[in-house]
């Protein structure tokens, strides 16, 4: 079966960094959509980044653009994403997610995820 296992989160001051990995199993990691969601205590679960197979093409929500980066390596079957300048806002559990469709960033849309890890960012 499909397995997501993320690693990396913790607490770090507004205006640190954090960089998240996902390990994937289980599919054709090379030729799946990959990306984070993430969701704060009250909050709908919220797309934040996604990575096409080739590693080619990026998507990011508004609200991390330019602070955030998504990245594959298709040997090892993981994924990444570094976070920069982090804010108080940034708070959340992080998910990764496996298998979107390219455009189609709703979470009910997903299919596999993660188990999530907790970011926290003090101010």
């Known amino acids: 079966q499909v397995q997501l296992v993320e690693s990396g989160g913790g607490l770090v001051q507004a205006g640190g960094s954090l960089r998240l990995s996902c390990a994937a199993s289980?599919?054709?990691?090379?030729?799946?959509?990959m990306g984070w969601f993430r969701q704060a205590p009250g909050k709908e679960r919220e797309f934040v980044a996604a990575?096409?197979?080739?590693?080619?093409?990026?998507y990011y929500a508004d609200s991390v653009k330019g602070r955030f980066t998504i990245s594959r390596d298709n040997a090892k079957n993981t994924v990444g994403l570094q976070m920069n300048s982090l804010k108080p806002e940034d708070t959340a559990v992080y998910y990764c997610?496996?298998?979107?469709?390219?455009?189609?960033?709703?979470?009910?849309?997903?299919?596999?995820w993660g188990q999530g890890t907790q970011v926290t960012i003090s101010s």
């Open positions: 990575i096409n197979w080739r590693g080619i093409n990026t």
């Open positions: 997610a496996a298998a979107l469709n390219w455009g189609s960033w709703y979470y009910t849309s997903v299919p596999y």
């Open positions: 289980g599919l054709t990691f090379s030729r799946t959509v």
